[in-house]
């Protein structure tokens, strides 16, 4: 399957935009949501858990977070 980074990402280019989306999810208060299970695999291979994703997502620069403006 194909990357979202030619870096080495971990995820998907599907595995990546799913995680974007429910990330922006989360940072939006009207939208926030349980962690779906699939993503504790995916978070798993980042070895990070859904707190600490969504603590440095919010670290980032707001042009890092797209998901968040939407």
Same mark, same amino acid.
């Not at 926030?32 to 600490?52: M, N, Q, T, V, Y």
């Given at each position: 399957?194909?990357? @979202?980074?030619?870096?080495?990402?971990?995820?998907?280019?599907?595995?990546?935009?799913?995680?974007?989306?429910?990330?922006?999810?989360?940072?939006?208060?009207?939208?926030?949501?349980?962690?779906? @299970?699939?993503?504790?695999?995916?978070?798993?291979?980042?070895?990070?858990?859904?707190?600490?994703?969504?603590?440095?997502?919010?670290?980032?620069?707001?042009?890092?977070?797209? @998901?968040?403006?939407?």
């Amino acid at each position: 399957s194909r990357r @979202a980074s030619n870096e080495g990402c971990l995820l998907t280019l599907d595995q990546d935009l799913k995680l974007l989306d429910w990330t922006g999810r989360q940072l939006r208060k009207d939208k926030a949501g349980k962690i779906p @299970a699939e993503f504790d695999s995916i978070l798993e291979r980042l070895d990070c858990s859904a707190e600490s994703w969504l603590d440095l997502e919010q670290t980032l620069p707001h042009r890092s977070r797209p @998901a968040a403006s939407m």
